[in-house]
């Protein structure tokens, strides 16, 4: 504990000096502020990776004079699983952020930027360990207060604070459940700690229920679950790429974590639960992706996929509540088995897209896939690395998210097998829902790799440099982790499988009845990942022993018999998902302006495509306007002149006292 | 594992080309031609083996590593698949879902290949291929669970072998359903009509053909035999369903081998008396298929 303790302590230093040096112009307070993420993170981890081999849980109590608080943390496995891969990231992320905001460093004081990122690793650290309501809910205030300043890093361009604003005010409608969740639990139990509230468990059905609901909403908003997600399309493109990464790599995942934890406190899940967080997550899922491919920006299109990753993540929640409902110990360990492993991976993966991204952006100064192509040459690093985690993202073999998706398709396969027919056909449905996202996945990483980083560049850029070594090193640490769970997938369940019992409430007999067969199948599928490696380099040498000898020539691109091929006529990011946008043209309700060419000798001919947020445009957007119409009729109210404010709080003052004591 | 378990992957490298050899015959045939020799595709096979390479100067080292990559993968697919009830190499529970992730894998690697081209034709033949498997996987995925609820198990091994003429007579209508479903993948997956057309390589309707354009030489010679097998690996699901158990090994290995080559004879039949369909069909036919193979499992849902 005294190390999470110092950690925490070395985080509020480097805020505190990011703070005090945030006058300097230079870049010292990037590397200080980096480092003492850094060091917080390495502290962190010592106990994280302790607990999670099995070692006692920690806890520490300190009397805090808040009404109900209490400065009462507690490292489980749990918080553990989750702490781990936020540490990591956002020490690797800071390491990025110094490389990545050294061309800021003249321009604008980079104090402010580490302060929040800071307390925003502060925050994260502290929400995962806060073991009181009122703890849990200051640190939660503290991890969205900091990211917003975080979002809005370049608050002068209109479309970031208005990213900004979106976000603020949608993590606080999220609060707002949240805040409605804790009270009722306090109610119910007569206390505020967490402990307590796991002990004891809701007696009425209706009432868990409606926690249950509560829950959803509240930690979903925070994890982007359709359609609450409307803030991380906005957010994450506005954000800088080491923000982003952070963001969506950990912070998005505190919303999974806190519907986890809420899980503990709610007692025997009723068979409806599984089945809203299956539906949540499929549909989330699928719409995420699909919106994801329409996207032409490069973190937005990202940003999109965090919502399919939270989608598939949830998915395997909802299957694992099923299976406990249905007395089905290997679907309920599959099921939270995948949840916790893909939190993992998403983190890797998500996070190393992330800052990729932000490599090419740094280097080209555009987001647009439209006008990228062509820097796999120029940027050799980036984009390997950006191919390793387009591959494991969309969870093909042999990378980590094919561990994970095979645990959810392993979760959903035993489904199908068993009786009854309701829990058969929520199988069927997650597996169609997880074969399309995975099929759609691919379109949309073949279309952002193969734009990015193949072909010709479509636009004239200013010549692309490589990212500098500061960017490379977290991202090539990120690559290996990808890589690292893939062939180490055996020992995942000695990790996961006690965390997931936790999360069901299983006991230990009836999970190592069951285990035997998932552990071995992972085993095979890493030494299978291996056989594929194997054929990859013999097949290699065979190429360069056929090669060997005779001539390699050089041409250019066949064009069917057109000789002076030219960048422009390359398929754009747009034209590659075409058929795809058209099919799901019902519900994207993409904006298209063309402009045929017209008249005998045609000079010009434009098309423009554009895929705005539906939720944003048909739900909130007009909810909104009415809220904001409803307001401006009390504008009357507002007068400006101080003591009528003061009449106000004086008036209802003297209300409340009458109604005390009618 | 012994040495006879290697026989359905041994017979898969040798004999895979030759199933193409079997489509083009019957194309002949019902065109009045002669017709290739059944061994043409070897012929290819060692011709482009022995040229040199030619490269574009647009591509990178993903265009070269792309065909590799994909060889490699279907290999490994090659392995997880049971030659009619003969056991695959390797089996496991829920073997099917790295079965449709290798494929997914192979064919990600030959669209980014045809990307690096900066070529229009080839993103065109990309930007469909991603689509339409995007729609067929599911299909699979769905045909195969429905077997899996019927016969109880997971591993495409198992449930191969234990699909047998009892399933056929109690549950007829849900076979035939699975069995067109998975049918229609095969056409769809193997680039054959009435998705894409094998035969011509430069118009704009293609899909397959069209992406590989820049390839030669050894690359090319890997993606044939890349499509040779996995036009035999998904001919040994639909030989699978079908192929009855004899109680002796090797005749259900020599039934299966000439399942194998009938369900060639078929695909050679379906291509002489079908059109191409025209492309804002196909998602339809792809959907039509995922909807057979999900009736199929409403259908089979009390076993």
């Known amino acids: ?662 | 594992m012994n040495a006879a378990s290697f026989i359905p992957l041994l017979l898969a490298l040798v004999l895979a080309p030759l199933l193409l050899g079997i489509i083009n015959r019957t194309k002949a045939l019902f065109a009045g031609r002669c017709g290739q020799p059944f061994l043409q595709t070897y012929f290819d096979l060692w011709k482009l083996l022995h040229k040199s390479a030619v490269y574009s100067r647009t591509t990178t080292w993903l265009f070269r590593a792309g065909p590799m990559l994909g060889l490699a993968a279907i290999l490994m697919a090659v392995t997880l698949v049971p030659l009619g009830n003969y056991p695959a190499l390797i089996a496991f529970p829920a073997d099917f879902f790295l079965f449709a992730c290798l494929l997914g894998l192979m064919r990600f690697f030959t669209v980014l290949a045809a990307l690096d081209t900066g070529s229009s034709f080839e993103g065109m033949g990309a930007s469909r291929e991603v689509f339409f498997s995007a729609l067929a996987e599911p299909a699979l995925l769905v045909a195969l669970a429905t077997l899996a609820r019927q016969t109880g198990s997971l591993s495409l091994s198992t449930i191969l072998s234990q699909v047998s003429g009892g399933h056929w007579l109690q549950a007829g209508p849900v076979m035939a359903l699975v069995l067109t479903a998975l049918m229609v993948v095969l056409l769809a997956e193997n680039s054959r009509i009435p998705v894409d057309d094998p035969n011509t390589h430069l118009e704009l309707t293609m899909i397959h053909e069209v992406m590989v354009l820049d390839h030669g030489g050894p690359d090319f010679a890997f993606i044939l035999y890349g499509a040779a097998l996995k036009l035999w690996v998904l001919s040994a699901l639909v030989v699978g369903m079908i192929a009855p158990d004899t109680g002796t090994l090797w005749l259900n290995l020599v039934i299966s081998v000439g399942g194998m080559f009938l369900v060639a004879v078929i695909v050679g039949v379906v291509e002489s008396t079908m059109a191409r369909l025209r492309l804002l069909i196909v998602p339809q036919l792809l959907v039509g298929a995922g909807a057979l193979a999900a009736m199929a499992f409403l259908l089979g849902l009390n076993k």
Request: glycine residues 10%; positive net charge; charged residues 10%.
């Open chain 1, 1 to 662: 504990m005294t190390l999470l303790l110092l950690a925490m302590a070395a985080l509020l230093l480097g805020a505190v000096v990011a703070l005090l040096l945030s006058g300097s112009r230079r870049n010292d307070v990037s590397v200080v502020a980096a480092a003492s993420v850094v060091v917080a993170a390495v502290l962190g981890l010592i106990p994280a990776i302790q607990v999670l081999a099995g070692g006692p849980v920690l806890q520490l109590r300190y009397p805090w004079p808040v009404p109900f608080g209490e400065f009462f943390i507690q490292l489980d496995a749990l918080s553990a699983w989750f702490l781990a891969p936020t540490l990591l990231l956002s020490a690797l992320c800071a390491i990025y952020g110094v490389g990545y905001l050294r061309s800021q460093a003249g321009k604008r004081s980079l104090g402010p930027v580490w302060f929040f990122y800071c307390l925003l690793v502060l925050g994260m650290t502290l929400v995962l360990l806060a073991r009181n309501a009122v703890l849990f809910l200051s640190a939660w205030e503290l991890m969205a207060v900091s990211s917003f300043f975080l979002v809005t890093f370049e608050h002068e361009r209109e479309s970031v604070s208005s990213a900004g604003w979106i976000y603020l005010v949608a993590t606080h409608l999220g609060t707002g459940f949240l805040l409605v969740f804790f009270i009722l639990m306090g109610r119910e139990t007569g206390s505020m700690d967490f402990t307590v509230w796991a002990g004891k468990g809701i007696h009425t059905p209706e009432l868990a229920g409606m926690l249950f609901l509560l829950a959803v909403v509240g930690f979903g908003t925070k994890a982007g679950f359709m359609p609450f997600h409307v803030w991380l399309p906005e957010a994450h493109p506005a954000a800088p790429s080491h923000v982003s990464a952070l963001m969506s790599g950990a912070m998005i995942k505190m919303g999974i974590y806190g519907l986890m934890r809420s899980l503990t406190f709610l007692g025997a899940p009723s068979i409806w639960w599984g089945w809203l967080l299956l539906c949540i997550g499929l549909a989330s899922g699928v719409l995420g992706i699909v919106f994801a491919l329409a996207q032409h920006d490069l973190k937005r299109l990202l940003a999109y996929s965090s919502v399919e990753n939270i989608g598939l993540i949830t998915a395997g929640l909802g299957l694992g509540l099923l299976g406990i409902s249905y007395n089905q110990p290997l679907i309920a360990i599959l099921g939270f088995g995948g949840a916790l492993l893909h939190v993992l991976n998403h983190s890797l993966f998500k996070g190393l897209l992330f800052l990729a991204a932000g490599s090419v952006v740094h280097a080209t100064g555009t987001r647009d896939t439209n006008h990228l192509g062509g820097l796999l040459e120029k940027m050799p690093w980036t984009g390997a690395l950006f191919l390793i985690g387009a591959v494991a993202i969309c969870g093909l073999p042999p990378l980590n998210g094919f561990i994970s998706e095979l645990a959810f398709a392993g979760a959903s396969l035993k489904a199908i097998t068993v009786d009854p027919a309701q829990l058969a056909m929520a199988g069927l449905l997650a597996l169609v829902g997880i074969g399309l996202i995975g099929g759609l996945a691919a379109v949309t990483f073949a279309k952002a790799f193969g734009t990015v980083f193949l072909g010709e560049p479509r636009q004239p850029v200013e010549t692309p440099h490589e990212a500098g070594l500061a960017m490379k090193i977290p991202m090539v640490l990120l690559a290996a982790g990808c890589v690292g769970i893939a062939f180490g997938a055996a020992w995942l369940p000695d990790w996961i499988v006690p965390i997931a019992s936790q999360l069901g409430g299983l006991e230990p007999e009836k999970i190592s009845a069951v285990i035997q067969t998932p552990a071995l199948v992972l085993a095979i599928v890493s030494i299978c990942g291996l056989v594929l490696v194997i054929l990859f380099v013999a097949i290699t040498l065979i190429r360069c022993g056929l090669l060997s000898g005779r001539t390699v020539g050089a041409a250019d691109t066949w064009g069917c018999g057109y000789a002076r091929p030219s960048a422009r006529i390359q398929y754009t990011a747009s034209s590659f998902v075409q058929p795809v946008t058209t099919l799901f043209r019902w519900l994207l309700g993409a904006n298209r302006q063309l402009q045929r060419p017209e008249g005998f000798f045609p000079t010009k001919a434009s098309l423009t495509t554009e895929t705005p947020d539906l939720t944003h445009e048909e739900l909130y957007r007009p909810g909104f306007l009415k809220i904001n119409w409803g307001i401006a009729k009390l504008r009357w109210m507002q007068q400006g002149h101080v003591q009528l404010y003061v009449l106000y709080i004086a008036v209802t003052l003297i209300v409340l006292l009458a109604w005390k004591f009618r």
